[in-house]
């Protein structure tokens, strides 16, 4: 059984629904290793916590050299957020990594 919820924001929801069938696959696949283990270096997936002031930690989820999933999460909700699925280079470029 997972320790976390991964739940879809309404960015990432719209990216995966105008995705072709492959992408989807992909992207779902890989976001599920989210449910395992979230934080970077642990589980499964490139990830890493980005230099962002805010609220919550940001965190990155490379997604076969192609996209970036943002993502937060929730401890005391045991719940991962992905807030958007963008692609790689626009990641860097916004989040400076």
Do not use: Q
Not at 44 to 65: A, T
Not at 71 to 95: Q, S
Request: aromatic share 10%; glycine share 6%.
């Amino acid at each position: 059984m997972s320790e976390y919820e991964v739940l879809l924001g309404d960015d990432a929801r719209e990216f995966l629904s105008v995705a072709d069938e492959k992408t989807t696959r992909i992207c779902t696949e890989k976001l599920r290793y989210l449910a395992d283990n979230p934080y970077p270096g642990r589980g499964h997936g490139d990830k890493e916590k980005l230099p962002i002031d805010g609220r919550r930690e940001r965190y990155r989820l490379h997604i076969s050299r192609t996209y970036t999933a943002i993502y937060t999460v929730l401890e005391d909700k045991k719940e991962v957020r992905v807030l958007e699925i963008v692609p790689i280079d626009e990641a860097h470029k916004r989040y400076g990594f």
